[in-house]
Each structure stands twice: as structure tokens, then as C-alpha cells.
């Protein structure tokens, strides 16, 4: 997926201008709804996607560690939960783009994984790598 993510940043700014941005989420636009599929794949800059790439690779690994299917359904869950979140709440005449509400969704997945485990050894290695890797 980190692949895919740089191959899309990469074609969008050097070669097309940044036009895939238009892509994005629209805060409570009916064309905005796209940009749920979308936004996460697309970053507004090289820098952007250089900040979320550390955080993904750490936190996805961490979900991935309870396998495949697992990784599958929190990265498709919080792909459209933060999505949706961004379209309803987001501020009017924006564009949100980005992987970092799928970075906060991993994120909170840990933490009430470990607070549901009750593993505090866990919960607190996954909360502070978590917390070292956020953006």
C-alpha cells in the first residue's frame, strides 16, 4: 500500500500538476462523498506523504500482527470512518486529503484493543509507539 501511496504522490506532483487533489473530500458536497475512496490515497505534497508513511508502516504492522483479515477490516473501517467523519465535520470549502485519519484510526484501534485486552504491557508499548509515530 506504501508503494502505491508514493507511486500516486509521485505521478500526481511531477507530472500531472497536482490534478488528483481535486479528488479529495468536499466537506458536505455530494461530489465530496468521492473523496472518501480517494483522499486517503492522495497527499497534498511529498511532505505530506513522507509524515504519514512512518506512522502507517508502524501502526499497520502492529494491527497486521493479528493477521490479514484483521489488517483488512480496521484499514477498510477506518478508511470510511474518518472519511465520513472529514465530510461531515470538516470546514466548508475545503479539501481534505491524506492518510492521516486512517494513521488516528490505527491509532485508536490499538489503544481500545489493549484497553479491551486488558494486556497493560501491551497497551502501553502499542501507546507509545503509536504516540512516537503519529503525525
Known sequence: MITILW???LVDSLLLGGALNR?????????????????PLLHGSLG????????LIVLGWLILLR???EFAIVTAVVWIV???GAWLFGGS??????????VFGYFGFLLLRGYFEQSTGRS????SSAYSTAD
Request: hydrophobic share 40%.
Open 7 to 9: 507511486i500516486l504522490e
Open 23 to 39: 479528488l479529495g473530500i468536499r466537506p458536505r458536497r455530494l461530489i465530496g462523498l468521492r473523496g472518501i475512496l480517494f483522499a
Open 48 to 55: 505530506h506523504l513522507a509524515a504519514n508513511t512512518v506512522p
Open 67 to 69: 493477521g490479514v483479515n
Open 82 to 84: 474518518s472519511g465520513l
Open 93 to 102: 470549502n475545503t479539501n481534505h486529503l491524506g492518510a492521516s485519519g486512517v
Open 124 to 127: 502501553r508499548s502499542r501507546c
